[in-house]
């Protein structure tokens, strides 16, 4: 009897379980859904019910000189930070992997911390230091304060790769006179190659996409494409929005995506290449 109500308990369990899982999933989704869906929608109000399919608003969009130049603001700002910051969080890895020196772990906190506070209070912060030293907004603070995000997820993952990464490919390098520049560049370097390509397309997605911060450190009439939104929904909520909200989710998740791919593919033709081990 005991074993018989425990399997129904289970079998509750498990059902309740799937049920949270499944609400949990329309709740995430389901706007994601509405909005691509609301975009194709051929009447001029941007809710259900739709009167017919239509492209207009994606076209709208390529003659609204207002949303290219923040889309192409966005893309620079975020191959710069993905650039720079790729750079900065593999370096700040390889240090604290593979070196013990005098505040290592003060150094390591400081690295992480902008991924603990809320972006809000970091950008409010930041704000009141320009006023304090009165400084102006520019374009330069703007690229920093996307860099100073996104460095601690670069570096958190180049970590996680550069720990299951031996020394001993390294100490066999140098024990043949490889210089330590050379040793990275040819043996550490090659192997951190997906978690470098994971921080840059993430560094990328998280400048794309942010927001908050931009609010505040934004030049004056300069405007990124999260922003520019928040600007249009000011006015009403258009299927030109939805449109323009679908564009972001096929960057922000698109690009990632298709990255992973590349990377999934070039590493199965890097091993095809490879010689095989002969059988013993």
Known sequence: MRGTRRKQEGRWAWRLTGFVTVCVYIFMFAPIVATVVL????????????????LQWYAKLMTNEAVLAAFRTSLWIALVTAAVTTAIGVVTAFALVR???????????????????PETILGVGLLVLI??????????????????????????????????????????????????????????????????????????????????????????????????????????????????GTVMILVTVGIPLLGGLILQSLTRLKRRGEPKEEMK
């Not at 975009?39 to 239509?54: C, L, Q, V």
């Open 99 to 117: 070196f013990e020196f005098p505040g290592k772990q003060a150094l390591s906190t400081l690295v992480i911390l902008p991924a603990l506070v």
């Open 131 to 244: 006023k304090a030293i009165d400084q102006p907004r520019t374009m330069l603070l703007l690229v920093l304060g996307h860099i100073l995000l996104a460095v601690p997820y670069v570096v958190l993952i180049t970590q996680a790769r550069m720990v299951g990464i031996r020394r001993v490919y390294e100490e066999a390098a140098l024990s043949l006179g490889a210089s330590r520049l050379s040793s990275f560049r040819e043996i550490t370097l090659p192997l951190l190659i997906p978690a470098v390509v994971g921080g840059a397309l993430l560094a990328f997605t998280i400048s794309f996409d942010n927001t908050s911060a931009s609010l505040f450190w934004r030049p004056a009439g300069v405007e990124t494409m999260p922003t520019q939104i928040l600007s249009m929904l000011k006015i009403s909520i258009s299927p030109e929005i939805n449109a323009l």
């Open 39 to 54: 975009s194709f929608n051929a009447s001029m109000f941007g809710g259900f019910p739709m009167t017919g399919f239509s």
